[in-house]
């Protein structure tokens, strides 16, 4: 199989990004630890002026939520973080990973892959997870609220990193395939959209398109919080603000996203 290797070039994205992404500036690197944590690293001194797109080849240390790790190996994935400044409230923002999920499914649906979200931040494919999706806030000196938000998508997964997950995972050899600048300038011009109309909104105009990719939907699921099922009942959806809806004998019950875990009962 030919895989695209090549780093990511920011001129190159640029040319052939929307209009929607024209104001992201766009960094690329080798290697990093975090994407996530070098965005939010500028945020205290005020050095974000603008949305900024930072994609690296490979992430040392990548984190999935309550710092568990995000695994990535150089060419294999796709790993990148966006800045973005927000009008807030902070509250606001909770709806705001399934958002990012709304938009990066439906782009890598419309590239021949189909997807499914997992609430509250993974796109599944083949009962998988195929991407994680990460969002951090912050606020700048100057007041105004920003989230990074991270996204790690598995191109081609080497047999040694699927060992080292150690659970079922997925991958998209036909994305590999792919010119990498053009998937990014698809995934960014998408995102730029949708953050901005989010921005605007909340997460309510997205919610059907969510519920439209729900994975699991109708499905016996359990929540789990630190290992222990907090909740049962059957996935039902997610509401105007992206909690999920779980159908149970005792009615209907929302679930805040916090740091509880979806799993198939
Ligand atoms: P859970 O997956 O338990 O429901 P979650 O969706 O919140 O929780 P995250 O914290 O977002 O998961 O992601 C971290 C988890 O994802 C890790 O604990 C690991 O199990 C898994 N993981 C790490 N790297 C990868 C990868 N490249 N592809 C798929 N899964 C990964």
Avoid: Y
Wanted: charged share 20%; glycine share 10%.
């Amino acid at each position: 199989m030919t895989v695209s290797t090549s780093l990511p070039d920011p001129a190159a994205i640029r040319a052939r990004c929307a209009a929607s992404a024209s104001h992201v500036v766009i960094e690329a690197v080798p290697e990093t630890g975090s994407t996530n944590a070098d965005l939010l690293a500028r945020l205290p001194a005020g050095e974000l002026a603008g949305p900024v797109l930072r994609i690296a080849d490979v992430q040392t240390a990548g984190r999935g939520r309550a710092g568990r790790p995000w695994l990535s190996a150089p060419g294999a994935s796709l790993t990148f973080s966006l800045a973005w400044p927000f009008k807030g409230p902070l509250q606001r923002l909770a709806g705001l990973p399934l958002a990012v999920g709304v938009a990066l499914a439906e782009t890598v649906a419309s590239l021949g892959v189909p997807v499914q979200l997992k609430w509250p931040n993974d796109l599944m494919k083949d009962g998988a997870k195929l991407a994680g999706i990460l969002v951090e806030t912050g606020t700048a000196p100057d007041g105004v609220l920003w989230a990074v938000i991270g996204c790690g998508m598995n191109l081609t997964m080497p047999d040694e990193m699927e060992a080292r997950i150690g659970r079922a995972v997925s991958s998209a050899p036909w994305l590999a395939r792919m010119d990498r600048d053009e998937l990014v300038a698809l995934l960014l011009s998408r995102l730029a959209a949708v953050l901005a109309e989010f921005d605007d909104t909340g997460f309510a105009p997205f919610r059907e398109r969510w519920n439209a990719l729900q994975a699991w939907r109708g499905q016996p699921v359990n929540i789990l919080d630190h290992g222990a099922v907090r909740q049962q009942g059957l996935a039902a959806g997610v509401d105007d603000a992206g909690r999920l809806l779980l159908d149970t004998p005792a009615g209907t019950v929302a679930v805040l996203s916090g740091d509880v875990s979806l799993r198939l009962a």
